[in-house]
Nanobody
């Protein structure tokens, strides 16, 4: 059972930055893909950013140019750097991984990001 622990959420003013972290309980080499989703109040969960084991990244159009996903293999951690935050970025952010050997995904517990105007 893979455990994912998120950190780094909080309250920030518009234009500010936050960095989310997702610490995995096993090596991220075991994952074929990793990334972040978010869910705003009253809305469906949406993909924010993803990264594959090969290093390919993809971003939601709304965050392209402002958010960056990265990983640190040695620390079994991946990150979401969020710059130029907007109130519409507010929501609960969830990290996820797709296990390459078990062929299923795992999710973190979520971390709240609130951007005030």
């Amino acid at each position: 059972q893979v455990q994912l622990v998120e950190s780094g959420g909080g309250l920030v003013q518009a234009g500010g930055s936050l960095r989310l972290s997702c610490l995995a309980s096993e090596s991220i080499f075991n994952f074929s893909a990793m990334g972040w989703y978010r869910q705003a109040p009253g809305k469906q969960r949406e993909l924010v950013a993803g990264i594959t084991s090969g290093g390919s990244t993809n971003y939601a159009a709304s965050v392209t140019g402002r958010f960056t996903i990265s990983r640190d293999n040695a620390k079994s951690t991946f990150y979401l750097q969020m710059n130029s935050l907007k109130p519409e970025d507010t929501g609960v952010y969830y990290c996820y991984v797709v296990h390459r050997f078990i062929a299923r995904d795992y999710w973190g517990q979520g971390t709240q990001v609130t951007v005030s105007s």
